[in-house]
């Protein structure tokens, strides 16, 4: 038989059962003569299946026929070896684990979504989501009796439905955070913890627990689409497809703190916004609607045009509330008319206290990356003008009326003239809320 050998056989499954009966020796098993039956190690042979590459490492799910055990390959355990022997290779499962490294006894939580990774000495971690929602945290250990569990801990309790997006690499001492979604309102929502703390550091009555780092902290309230580009944090700033109103799922980016504290303080600002919407919608909807038109980056010229379909709509107070929004006015403010609301909670001091940063629009927060294709432009104007911007509407008369209907309306504008029914266009003003 001859054959073409694509790459290098690292690990041959074959059994004792096997290796007994000629007929199942192939060309493929390639270090089959230079061991013993004694060397095989399974009766009926292993098998393999890979769960994910990464940071050099092949996780493995590796059956027996009786039970089904985790271990990871090294890449630079095959490159560095001068022979490589594909049946030696494997390992006795809860004893020696041949080249391989043993991860648990059992892949119940070893998954695709699994996080893999080594700390600064070397020692192996993973990290999974277990189902009831908790994020944990094993430290692989050197005994079987226990499972291979050296050190377990609990990184973050009750995140349900939460899983793994990404994860920033661990570089020496630094602290790395772990990014993860949770179901959203039109999406998938994101939040991030510090990973590579001390298992006491995630303690709710530890002193560590202070540090928000080692909290789940939430990104503002993003909704992400992960259909087409998933999250990524990339020298400082984080990108992600937005799924909010008003965004038809391009990515957006947005200055990624260094600290949970930071991104805190800034979810606190965003509330503050939205707390500012629904307080102006109790007495001035129709002014609080124009001030999210604002923040979506709507353009208020034809609002303000006194001759277009929307300026006669509103009331002067309207307006007044509007440019106080605007300007992030507080009550009593020179020039200003708030009407009891103080817009000036949207201001604070930016990081490098040089200046006042304001955050009553979108772009504040996190912003377009690149450019919006024309139609699409031209649809999220139409959708924010149909849903937050109070237009004049007309109502016409239908074609299908009869005559006995027609007589009915004939004294609210419906005028009979040589026999036809000839509707008259109603206009009527969009009544304040």
Known sequence: MEYINLGELVLDGIGKYSAVQPSFITPFNLDFEKVTIDDIIPIRGFTYA?????????ILSIADGVETQAYALEDSTVAEASEWDSIAANPEFDGASGELSAIARTTTNITSSTFFYKDADGAQYYIYVDESGNICR?????????GYVEEFTTLAYAQSGAAVVFVEPIVGSEKAFLYYSMSGTNG???????YNGAADDYNPLGAAYENADFRPTQYLAIDYNSSWYKPESVGGYL???SAESYSENYVFAMADPATNEELETIN????????LFTEMDTDFGDAANLARYYYYGGDLSPVRDEEGDHFEQYQAEDFEVLDAFIAC??????????????????????????????????????????????????????????NLVLSEAEEETSD????QWAAIFVPVGVVLIAGA???VVLVRRKKRK
């Open 50 to 58: 890979i769960l994910r590459y990464a940071n050099g490492q092949v």
């Open 138 to 146: 094993v430290k692989v250990g050197a005994t079987a009796a226990e």
């Open 188 to 194: 998938n929502s994101l939040y991030r913890i510090q």
């Open 239 to 241: 990108f992600f497809a």
């Open 268 to 275: 606190e600002q965003y509330e503050t916004v939205n707390d």
């Open 329 to 386: 006015a507080a009550p009593g403010e020179e020039g200003y008319n708030t009407h009891g609301f103080d817009f000036s909670v949207m201001k604070s001091a930016s990081a490098s206290g040089d200046a006042e940063a304001v955050y009553n629009t979108r772009n504040a927060f996190y912003k377009l990356l690149g450019k919006v294709s024309d139609d699409d432009a031209e649809t999220i104007e139409d959708n924010l003008i149909s």
């Open 400 to 403: 299908a009326w009869t005559w």
């Open 421 to 423: 029914v000839v509707a």
